[in-house]
């Protein structure tokens, strides 16, 4: 079994949304399927089938997290505190070259990265060109849109 890289707060979300998926949604289904039988003829009911859908596509995230849970393993961030070498959990602040706009990343494992919220995945272009570089450090990264080339302002561990 390979281990998921994930930081504590990932860690807690990914277990967060399993107690909800088990206590409460798995709940709210098997209502929705009980109210839906009571509508007669199951063959033609539309109620029936969307919550019987509902219930197998939670029933499948619920065994991915069970899976994710069971593999994670879980870096502590506050033990890199110190460090100006950017590695898995930093959070670093980048300078565009091209439009001297701000970015700020935090690299984290892949079940919680979330680009809008600025977590990127550890397998992504820009955290594997960012691993192992520093302050004041230039970055080229190749992405699907085209490269880019940002600057390395600050390394945060958090």
Known sequence: MEKVPMTAGGFAALEAELKDRQQVQRQRIIAAISEARAHGDLSENAEYHAAKESQAL????????????????????????????????????????????????????????????GKVSIGSPIARALIGKKVGDSVQVNTPGGGKSYEVVSVIFR
């Open 58 to 117: 939670n029933e499948g995230r619920i065994q991915e997290l069970e899976s994710l849970i069971g593999r994670a393993d879980i870096i502590d961030i506050a033990k890199l505190a110190g460090s100006d070498t950017i590695k898995f959990g930093a959070t670093v602040k980048l300078i565009d070259d091209d439009t001297e706009e701000e970015k700020n990343y935090q690299i984290v494992g892949e079940p919680e990265s979330d680009v809008k919220s």
